[in-house]
């Protein structure tokens, strides 16, 4: 043992520590230097920009209460400017067409289809070489069909076994009337074929049978020979063809052996030499000029062969 004295513990200074001395971290002493700022963790910022949420949770909600109200509950803000004048007039305009011609089509599709219009009476007008019953019956099959449905394209075809029609006009008389009118080929002579009779027009066509040869006052053509020779059939009925009504009905007969020779037969006996079909037009007005005249002596012979220069004896 030695008679050393047992060391005192050092003064402890204010805010020091016992083992140092040193002042306590963050405490401010006089004279001391205060301590530097920490360095950033390179991770923690990355993952704080990935993720600011995590980072900074209470700035995140502070953001969702600001951003919150009406317009963000209602969805994004659209912004709509006023549409022109001229293009709501033009969208009116439109959307009028369309509903005029919808209301049209419709109008057209009752007229077309509606029973209120179907035909119940045909009225026939324009016949005298075909019976009104005949036509009749063949135009029993419009009956009920709507009015709007009926084409003279159909009617004529209808009528078309009857050659003694030339032509058909057809009228719809609503509400249910339907009006013909029938245009007949004009006889020109009289064809005999023994103890029958047919009329015929300037084209040889046979319209339609009479009972007898007085019936009609139109020249007589023998069958016999028109069946003979039917080029000189045709031409005669070509040259009757060319004849007024009035010239038609003082005329007996017609007769030629060749389509140069044609001759007609006045009812007085007088004879007219005609010739060829040619310059048929004039020769006619010839005719008829002459037929007209009064002359000094009786003629006997019209010769027209040669329109310009015609002679009677």
């Known amino acids: 043992m030695t008679g050393r004295k047992p060391r005192r513990p050092a003064a402890v200074p204010a805010g020091g520590t016992p083992q140092t001395g040193a002042p306590k971290t963050g405490a401010s002493t006089s004279g001391a230097a205060p301590p530097g700022p920490a360095k950033a963790d390179p991770a923690k910022a990355n993952a704080a920009k990935a993720n600011p949420a995590k980072a900074n949770p209470a700035r995140v909600q502070v953001l969702r209460e600001e951003t919150a109200g009406p317009r963000a509950a209602a969805g994004p803000t659209v912004l709509r400017f006023p549409e022109p004048a001229r ?35 045909i009225t026939v007008q324009g016949t005298s070489l075909v019976p009104s019953a005949k036509v009749d019956e063949l135009l029993a099959p419009l009956a009920g069909t709507p009015l709007p449905q009926v084409t003279e394209s159909e009617v004529r075809s209808l009528l078309s076994g009857l050659p003694a029609v030339a032509d058909v006009k057809v009228e719809a008389r609503p509400p249910s009337e339907l009006a013909v009118r029938i245009t007949e080929r004009v006889p020109v002579a009289v064809l005999r074929s023994g103890k029958r009779y ?17 019936a009609v006052k139109l ?33 007996d007969h017609a007769s030629a052996k060749s389509v140069d020779s044609v001759q007609l037969e006045l009812k007085d006996g007088t004879s007219v030499l005609w010739g060829n079909a040619g310059e048929r037009v004039l020769k006619a007005k010839v005719l008829e000029a002459l037929l007209n005249a009064d002359p000094e002596v009786p003629i006997q012979v019209y010769d027209v062969s040669t329109p310009t220069r015609p002679v009677t004896r």
């Open 198 to 214: 047919a009329l015929i027009d300037a084209e040889g066509r046979r319209l339609t049978s009479v009972k007898s040869r007085e």
């Open 219 to 251: 020249p007589l053509i023998d069958a016999a020979k028109a069946k003979k020779d039917p080029e000189v059939f045709k031409t005669i009925a070509a040259v009757l063809g060319a004849l007024p009504q009035k010239v038609l009905a003082r005329l």
């Open 87 to 121: 293009r709501r007039v033009r969208r009116r305009l439109w959307m009028g067409t369309a509903a005029v011609l919808v209301l049209a089509a419709a109008a057209v599709g009752v007229l077309v289809f509606s029973p209120l219009l179907a035909v119940k009476s």
